[in-house]
Nanobody, 122 residues
């Protein structure tokens, strides 16, 4: 019922910038919270940032001041502007609908796709 498609990843030098985008498509869910996660090789997936319909945001301490999450509620899209990138930001980035409303029930989707690869290297 929910499809998430990430894009915008690529290879960038340290200190550079990238903008990731995620398009969500759903026929029965109302998405309240969308989030970006990342997973580096050999590490567990971690939350990078999240944003609610009302605009409340949460950022991982490691990206505060460098990354900015935003969304278009009407189109159910979420973006992640990443500035001052560091090698440790290298990972596969995923978007997810962390809080959705199905009729009158709040749920978490956790339907992970392929993500988009971000590589920060010289």
């Amino acid at each position: 019922q929910v499809q998430l498609v990430e894009s915008g990843g690529g290879l960038v030098q340290p200190g550079g910038s990238l903008r990731l985008s995620c398009a969500a498509s759903t026929s029965i869910f109302t998405i309240n919270t969308m989030a970006w996660y990342r997973q580096a090789p050999g590490k567990q997936r971690e939350l990078v940032a999240s944003i609610t319909t009302s605009g409340r945001t949460i950022y991982a301490e490691s990206v505060k001041g460098r990354f900015t999450i935003s969304r278009d509620n009407a189109e159910n899209t979420v973006s992640l502007q990443m500035n001052s990138l560091k090698p440790e930001d290298t990972a596969v980035y995923y978007c997810n609908a962390d809080k959705v409303l199905v009729r009158s029930t709040w749920s978490r989707v956790d339907s992970w796709g392929q993500g988009t690869q971000v590589t920060v290297s010289s």
